[in-house]
């Protein structure tokens, strides 16, 4: 690829974040840099101190972000004069799901788009719902679960995010929505299972999940609403980087 070409390849896919979900789309950036062959094998990417200003991140959320797709095996580190952060010589194969192939793009979309038109909705449908003692109570043990993994349970913890997420639809009073909610979760699921767990986007959902449960219970519509779409965008964003 001709210089200016790879240059402004590179200016394309390593541009400022947008999103809260810095984390997230930092990885996404990375994994699409190298699945594009913008940053091919065996080459160094742009200085730490570059890279973060030119994705407009921390230099801790960069390093969390390599260290993720480094222990995915997409990148390695080297030390020395000549060290820095390149791209593996060999590739991971892509991820595939439990069951069939991997997603093309368009079906990819198909799950994401379903899932947030559900999951917005129900969020939102919740919080304008008066809620009973026993549907808070509901709530807030479903909270508790999802964010109170152990160390080493960490494979536990998708089955606690779904339980969460389903029971926000229950709490909808909608048995309609809450099977909806539980097929897209089924798909969501399988794609889930074809990516790595990272501890530093666990930590990031619990947060989202709690300001999400907040604003249901407070019985702010607009504000679960915004949560949760800010929270699925971050789950979407490692979808599309990995997948």
Known sequence: MPAHGRRDAAAAVFRP???????????????????????????????????????????????????????????????GRYGGTFVAEDLPGLPRPRRGAAPSGVELEDVLTLRRVLESGAAEAAAARSLSPADRQHLRVRLTDATDVAPGEEAEYRRRDSRLHLAIAEVTGSASLTSAVADVRTGVNELLDAIPLIGANIEHSDEQHRLIVEAILSGDAPAARAAMDEHLDGTAALLRGFL
């Open 17 to 79: 974040v947008r999103t809260r979900n810095a984390f997230e789309e930092t990885v996404e950036r990375l994994l699409q840099a190298i699945r594009l062959g913008v940053a091919a094998p065996g080459e160094r990417l742009p200085a730490e101190r570059e890279l973060a200003a030119r994705l407009g991140v921390s230099r801790v959320t960069l390093r969390e972000a390599i260290r993720a797709v480094a222990d995915a095996g997409y990148v390695e580190s080297r030390r």
